[in-house]
């Protein structure tokens, strides 16, 4: 994985004296809190309902051990004895006072992390493929584009003051595990048909109270003109964005506003000017990057055979691991969602133990997941069982990746000062409705995911089934969403009538299973179903 | 009449009155000019030949839009004085003197010392803007 050079170094611990100067001044009063707030924004601290809430970056969802024990470490010194895994691969902290913030920060720069852009109107983390440079079907492993860009994009002086937050997500599968096209920008790394690799560029894709799925706005993007392009695509954005509510401000509603083709004219113009300015990186800077993203030393001729006796291994290898393009080898997802726990929460030693498995089994790799789930990209298929055992141990080895347990929720009224209604009680009452391993198999690949308020931080539009907290009269009240997708099929849910009480939203996602368990036709999934008989069967069962 | 806290540059201080996008156009005499966050800096390009100062205005500093129009005019080749005005921030002096800025007039007087630390404070940049003159750390590691 990548590794800071002199420069990376010096531009994070600079960014910790700047952060610890600002939080000087605004505990000596030369800064008000309106004054301060964007400007801790910027380095990922939020106020929130209960104390600060510290977000650290992981770019792209890599970690090495290392840094995820230090993870764990902060969580036990500064928070509660845990951590949070969000949907944007990064981690957050629930319980942090201002005053610890620049010495957290400093420590996280020791280990080559930082909270640089994690929150604010700004081009935020780049997030990609949990599985890359481990899966069998990828085109190119997309993270040294991801890291070129985070480079460029960090403390880019003409976009640090957006109309609003700027995700991107780079890609480079058919499969897409990014939800690449609910992003300001997605990026495909693609290859053409003179086999030169390129970018696809999406824009103007994104979820909240007006989800939008992206158009695509240039086929091919070639690598000596990425950064190029990419700047022409935001400069048009921070100048023609809506500013004048922030509601309306994100590049989605510029795309719909101008329209794709008007949009795309605008960023070809912009393109074509840029192109005269000298701002594109060499192609030996990408080509530097791509020495840190080289295999593994995989041993060669490793087995593929594994012991399956024992049964709850056997679901777990079923459940949790994706082929890998190694022979011999495996990649190993982590569920962070025990049934009736916290989706995304591990505790300080979970961490530590996740850090130390990787260390022996995944050469020192772990992945974030937007699932909110943690990764090990390469574990020898001889090594499995062990690493299983050890999560077991743990309460780490539950088995329902992509099932009905495997919840996405955002932190809801519990934490957040935005949200109308609570998350995490729902998910609760969710994976124990559907605790059994046996029914959680029958069900299949069902992702359910919950946002507590329209801004949709849960990704509720992009559930199979997804769930809505509103604030119903002073009542917490739950809209139900069916058929959203975030794959390469991406969707979006339609509700599918009248909210319910908390309870009641769990009594009515097992009627949805259970008209699809009726209607299923083959390997069908939940979604699947869906798509052929449509909402009529389940809106009767949920309200007859 | 705003007061210039910081400037870099060794001419003369310009302090001809500044005049709206619509008016410079039609004013052939006028030399300065002040830019709104929603005017096009663009629309000067014609007359950059006359223009010895450009004010832009920063009503809030959380409006970047003030960033892309001095960038724009420095990339079309002016060289005169670029003023930022109005609400400016200690922490954001760095990044606007990076997209073209070289005068620095805030509403409210900024601390001396916190603003000359700020103006110093990052010695490498990840990008090049082509307008400061800076390299790009891509540049220095394959120099």
């Given amino acids: ?544 | 009449m705003v007061e210039v806290q910081f400037r870099f540059r060794e001419d003369e201080a310009v302090n001809d009155p500044a005049v709206t996008v619509d008016a410079f156009a039609a004013q052939t005499n006028a030399t300065a000019v002040r830019i709104e966050p929603g005017d096009d800096a663009r629309d000067l390009l014609p007359h950059l030949d006359r223009l010895s100062l450009v004010e832009v205005s920063f009503p809030a500093w959380t409006d970047g839009r003030g960033y892309s129009s001095a960038r724009i005019l420095r990339e079309a080749g002016y060289k005169g004085e670029m003023r930022a005005v109005g609400d400016l921030v200690i922490d954001m002096l760095h990044h606007l003197k990076r997209c073209g800025f070289d005068a620095f007039a805030p509403d409210k007087a900024l601390n001396d010392q916190d603003a000359r630390t700020a103006f110093d404070r990052w010695e490498n940049v990840y990008q090049a803007t082509a307008v400061d003159g800076r390299p790009a750390i891509w540049a220095k590691r394959h120099g």
């Fill in chain 1, 1 to 544: 994985m990548y590794k800071y050079d002199e420069y990376d170094q010096q531009m994070v611990d600079t960014r910790v004296a700047e952060f610890r100067d600002q939080v000087r001044r605004r505990l000596a009063g030369d800064l008000t809190e309106d004054q301060f707030k964007p400007l801790r924004l910027q380095n990922g601290l939020y106020l929130q309902l209960h104390a600060y809430m510290l977000r650290v970056a992981v770019p792209y969802g890599t970690l090495n051990s290392a840094q995820m024990t230090l993870l764990g470490d902060i969580a036990d010194k500064y928070d509660r004895g845990y951590g949070h895994f969000t949907t944007r691969q990064n981690i957050q902290y629930n319980w942090i006072k201002l005053e610890d913030t620049p010495d957290i920060l400093a420590e996280l720069a020791k280990v080559e992390m930082h909270a640089i852009q994690t929150s604010g109107n700004c081009i935020r983390n780049i997030s990609s493929d949990q599985y890359a440079g481990a899966a069998a079907e990828e085109i190119v492993d997309p993270r040294p584009y991801a890291e070129l860009l985070r480079q460029w994009s960090s403390f880019h002086p003409e976009f640090l003051v957006l109309p609003r937050k700027f995700k991107i997500a780079v890609i480079a599968s058919e499969t897409d595990r990014a939800a690449m096209r609910l992003h300001d920008i997605g990026i495909k790394m693609v290859k053409n048909d003179a086999g030169e690799i390129g970018a696809q560029f999406y824009a103007g894709g994104g979820m909240g109270r007006t989800p939008m799925i992206a158009p695509l706005i240039r086929d091919f993007v070639p690598l000596d003109q990425l950064i190029t392009y990419a700047e022409a695509c935001l400069r048009v954005y921070n100048r023609y964005g809506r500013r004048d509510n922030k509601y309306k401000a994100r590049i989605k509603i510029l795309v719909h506003e101008l329209g794709r083709d008007e949009y795309v004219r605008q960023v070809e113009e912009e393109f074509a000017h840029l192109l005269t300015q000298p701002i594109e990186p060499p192609l030996a800077e990408l080509e530097r990057i791509k020495t840190h993203f080289t295999d593994p030393g995989f041993e060669a001729g490793a087995s593929d055979d594994l012991d399956l006796t024992d049964p709850d291994f056997r679901l777990w290898v079923e459940r949790n691991t994706h082929a890998h393009k190694q022979a011999g080898y495996v990649i190993a997802t982590v569920s962070l969602k025990p049934v009736g726990g916290i989706p995304g929460d591990a505790s300080a030693d979970q961490i530590r133990l996740m850090a130390q498995l990787a260390k022996d089994y995944s050469f020192d790799e772990l992945r974030v997941t937007h699932a909110q789930n943690i990764v090990f990209p390469h574990v020898k298929k001889a090594d499995l069982y062990t690493v299983w055992q050890a999560l077991d141990a743990a309460g780490l080895a539950t088995a329902n990746l992509d099932t009905v347990g495997d919840i996405i929720a955002c932190p809801g009224l519990d934490y957040c000062a935005l949200a109308n209604a609570r998350s995490i009680p729902v998910a609760q009452k969710i994976s124990e409705r559907f605790g059994s391993a046996e029914r959680q198999a029958e069900i299949g690949e069902l992702k359910l995911k919950i946002s507590g308020c329209i801004n949709a931080c849960g990704h509720h539009h992009a559930g199979h089934i997804g769930i809505l907290g509103v604030d119903k009269k002073g009542l917490e009240n739950y809209q139900l969403l069916l058929g959203g997708s975030e794959g390469a099929d991406t969707s979006l849910g339609q509700i599918t009538g009248p909210g319910f009480t908390e309870d009641g939203v769990v009594d009515a996602i097992e009627k949805a299973t259970e008209v699809y368990l009726a209607n299923k036709q083959g390997e069908e999934r939940f979604l699947d179903t869906y798509r052929r008989i449509g909402m009529a069967p389940f809106k009767e069962a949920i309200y007859g």
